[in-house]
């Protein structure tokens, strides 16, 4: 039975359909953590994840994806398929997905990680689908976008969870621009290691891509999300980090591009969500509305809870509850004009199914 916390934030459980996507140990002697999280037009729900097949962020992983499908009120999952397989002692790792609704295509951004316990470095590869999921291109490497950069960043991270097509600016040559956030640090043994977001972002529909904005390395920013608001402003949310100039590890932090990802603004913490040491996801949805899935809980990895902000991301207000008990990391997806989705893990990292729940947006604040 999973653990129920007394320190409950709210009263209120937000009614769900809850599938299993993943069981505790399927394909894996160890977890499945880490998600990647897109619909297409076709509503095919892509869930990707890591299949760690020893505990470890730099053990050997295969990475993996199920297509779901919701029909009549039921959420139905495909077999899994294996995108990169880590039988040989690859770690393949941190899908981040992100979909060009233009040309009907699903990007999957992941890493190999060199794999020592320093995780000095990482090679950057995508993959496409033009069928919704079913078949993908060969592996592209662009690991290459990231060298030379300024603070001397060898280990780069994709999102997680998704990446966004630019729809409201004001110059319409950037409207179609695919974006995708980026974290990035030396290696763990290095000190300071440097933590820092970045986002990479492609004007020919992904034949070039091309690094855009950095933020956040005196703040050691690490894992982060992005959606862009009605006005066309981007909003980047980031988990917070370890070592110096600052402990930033239980906090996270926001701030503002305004030119499509070429700059960011001031950066600040986001007090709606401090004693929050875990990954979050976030959605843009109603226009300026934006909903995050986050950790509740102010000493453990529980209460993952769903918050919404009617201001561009400045201010969150608590809707409600989606699980009580422990949890870990989690991405949102609209499924459709009255639904919305979220991918979660669901109980103690070694132990824990992934779970996807379907939420109508007629029971929830928005």
Not at 23 to 29: G, K, N, P, Q
Not at 106 to 113: A, E, K, Q, T
Not at 342 to 347: F, N, R, S, W
Request: overall charge negative; hydrophobic content about 35%; aromatic content about 10%.
């Amino acid at each position: 039975m999973m653990e129920q916390y007394s320190e409950v934030v709210t009263e209120t459980i937000i009614p769900q359909n809850e599938t299993l996507v993943w069981d505790a140990h399927e394909l894996t002697e160890a977890s499945h953590h880490v998600y990647g999280l897109t619909a297409t037009d076709n509503g095919i729900i892509l869930a990707f994840t890591e299949a760690r097949l020893k505990p470890g962020d730099e053990a050997p992983h295969h990475l993996v994806l199920k297509r779901g499908n919701f029909s009549n009120g039921n959420m139905l999952w495909n077999d899994t398929q294996i995108i990169e397989n880590g039988d040989d002692g690859h770690s393949w790792s941190n899908p981040a997905a992100l979909y060009d609704r233009l040309n009907k295509t699903v990007f999957i951004f992941y890493v190999l990680n060199e794999g020592s316990r320093e995780q000095i470095s990482t090679k950057v590869y995508y993959r496409l689908s033009k069928d919704d999921g079913v078949t993908w291109s060969l592996r592209v490497d662009i690991s290459d976008k990231f060298d030379n950069n300024e603070l001397g960043w060898t280990f780069h991270m994709p999102g997680p969870g998704h990446g966004i097509q630019l729809r409201n600016q004001n110059d319409q040559n950037r409207n179609g621009r695919l974006i995708m956030p980026f974290w990035h640090r030396k290696a763990i043994t290095d000190k300071p290691r440097c933590y820092g977001n970045s986002l990479l972002y492609s004007d020919d529909f992904g034949k070039t891509w091309n690094m855009g904005a950095t933020t956040g390395f005196r703040l050691n920013m690490n894992e982060c999300r992005i959606e862009e608001v009605a006005s066309g402003k981007i909003v980047l949310n980031s988990r917070g980090g370890p070592g110096a100039p600052l402990n930033t590890s239980k906090f996270r932090f926001r701030t503002f591009s305004t030119d499509a990802g070429m700059s960011f603004g001031e950066t600040e913490m986001c007090p709606s969500f401090e004693y929050c040491n875990c990954d979050a996801g976030m959605l843009q949805i109603n226009g300026d509305t934006l909903l995050m899935s986050s950790l509740a809980h102010k000493s453990e990895r529980a209460q993952l809870s769903l918050y919404k902000s009617s201001d561009n991301g400045l201010h969150w207000g608590l809707i409600g509850v989606i699980h009580t008990g422990q949890a870990q990391y989690s991405d949102l997806v609209e499924i459709d004009d009255k639904h919305i989705g979220i991918l979660y893990g669901k109980g103690v990292l070694a132990n824990q199914p992934v779970m996807f729940s379907v939420i109508d947006k007629s029971t929830i604040d928005l």
